[in-house]
């Protein structure tokens, strides 16, 4: 059993940084690749990023490429994104997930959820 506990979201201006944590609890022993996903209203979850279990492959969303950044802390359980150059259409409740995949991209990959937090850019 993996619980996430995602924080960092809030409000920002479009063109502004935003970062998103994940905090982890895992049985020692687990090995999990970590991803964010994200939802906006009326829409259905989509892929945002994924870091390998030893954090040394990463992917992204065309969307989001070149813009956020995923990295981990093993030492720590923590998982974190950081958001560049954020956009109105980067407005959504942004997921923490775990996965026994290699690399999850797809909702169906994904064994563990965190609870969202709220990201909003205005414009």
């Known amino acids: 059993q993996v619980q996430l506990v995602e924080s960092g979201g809030g409000l920002v201006q479009a063109g502004g940084s935003l970062s998103l944590s994940c905090a982890a609890s895992?049985?020692?022993?687990?090995?999990?690749?970590m991803g964010w996903f994200r939802q906006a209203p009326g829409k259905e979850r989509e892929f945002v990023a994924a870091?390998?279990?030893?954090?040394?492959?990463?992917h992204y969303a065309d969307s989001v490429k070149a813009r956020f950044t995923i990295s981990r802390d093993n030492n720590r359980n923590t998982v974190s994104l950081r958001m560049n150059s954020l956009k109105p259409e980067d407005t959504a409740v942004y997921y923490c997930a775990a996965s026994f995949h290699v690399l999850p991209s797809r909702v169906s990959e994904i064994s563990y959820w965190g609870q969202g937090t709220q990201v909003t850019v205005s414009s």
């Open positions: 895992t049985r020692t022993g687990s090995a999990y690749a």
């Open positions: 870091i390998t279990w030893s954090g040394t492959s990463t």
